[in-house]
Structures are given as structure tokens and as C-alpha cells.
């Protein structure tokens, strides 16, 4: 199923959503690992620490939020794709940003543990059927369906890669090659 065959109210994660192109999900997926794959990861190693305003998140950061959200997800999405109507809660990102050691990690291993978990994710949308990925329900007053799950996560990536490169990288302008 592509992007276009969400069929939902506009909620939160529309943001996210708007940024993926109009693909089957397999390959939306499958262009979020390629763009993975291409970061300078040289680039990137090297802004370390630098944040670029107070309370904002490292590199290192930014990547371990992506893996910790798409886990949480990806998570809702295997709940509501096996028709499990447990209601299911939201989770602060704050809080999950505060309580991981980033520090003591490489960029390119959280990298590597990214596409990890973005491989487990795309195996998971593999295994569910359109009817499966029409599958809605409300988790933190936003009513999503498992397709929208799944392109949340792939605009998500996108949001903060466009962030990384305005943000940490505005003189090269470049992330991806």
C-alpha cells in the first residue's frame, strides 16, 4: 500500500507523514535504509558534543531518539496490526532523551543499531496484509492506523536529517551523499 491509501483524520504525526513520497511502504522503507546507508558519517562524527541551541540533543542524540521512537512505533504498530485493542500509552521523548548514555557510544554504532532496528521494522510491515495495514486505533489522542505508523517513522528519519543538515551542518549543507 502507498502513503496516499491513509485513510485518517490529520493528527500529530501528519508532519512526519507529509515528508515520505507517495510509495508502497516496502519502498519507502527500502529508500530510508539506502539514505542510512549514505550519511557521512565522518561529517557527522565530527560535530561531536555541539549542540545548536540549549536543551537541544547531540548527533548522538538525535540518532538514539530515532531508534528509541521507531521502537515505540513500530511497537503500536505490531499491537493494532494483530487487532490487539489493549489501549495503548503515549511516551515522553524528553524522558527517554534524558536516560540514555549516548556518550560513551560511537556515532557509527548507534548508526549501525539504527539500521538494525530499521531492518526489524521493515520485516515487520512485510508481514502484514492491506487489511492489517488499514488498522486503526487511538494511542495518545491520535487516531492511526498501521500505514501511517509505518510512514511516521520514515518521515521522522526525514525531519531530523533535514534538521541535522540545517542545523549541525549549514555551511556544507550536505548529510547524504
Not at 74 to 87: E, F
Not at 131 to 158: C, D, P, T, W
Request: glycine share 4%; charged share 25%.
Amino acid at each position: 500500500m502507498k502513503k496516499s491509501d491513509i485513510k485518517q483524520p490529520a493528527c500529530y504525526f501528519d508532519k512526519y507523514i507529509n515528508l515520505v513520497e507517495d510509495l508502497e511502504i516496502s519502498e519507502a522503507f527500502e529508500r530510508s535504509r539506502t539514505e542510512l546507508d549514505n550519511l557521512e558519517l565522518k561529517s557527522l562524527t565530527k560535530i561531536g558534543d555541539f549542540v545548536y541551541a540549549p536543551g537541544k540533543w547531540t548527533i548522538n542524540d538525535i540518532f538514539q531518539h530515532l531508534i528509541d521512537s521507531e521502537l515505540v512505533l513500530s511497537y503500536r504498530a505490531l499491537r493494532i496490526g494483530r487487532h490487539d485493542q489493549t489501549k495503548l500509552p503515549g511516551f515522553d521523548e524528553a524522558l527517554f532523551a534524558a536516560n540514555v548514555c549516548t556518550k560513551d557510544r560511537t556515532l557509527e554504532r548507534i548508526v549501525e543499531g539504527l539500521k538494525i532496528v530499521r531492518c526489524a521494522t521493515a520485516f515487520l510491515f512485510e508481514s502484514f496484509d492491506d487489511q492489517a495495514l488499514q488498522r486503526f486505533a487511538v494511542v495518545s489522542e491520535n487516531q492511526m492506523s498501521v500505514l501511517a505508523y509505518g510512514f511516521a517513522i520514515l518521515g521522522h528519519q526525514k525531519h531530523h536529517l533535514q534538521i541535522i543538515k540545517e542545523k549541525y551542518l549549514p555551511n556544507s549543507g550536505k548529510i547524504v551523499v
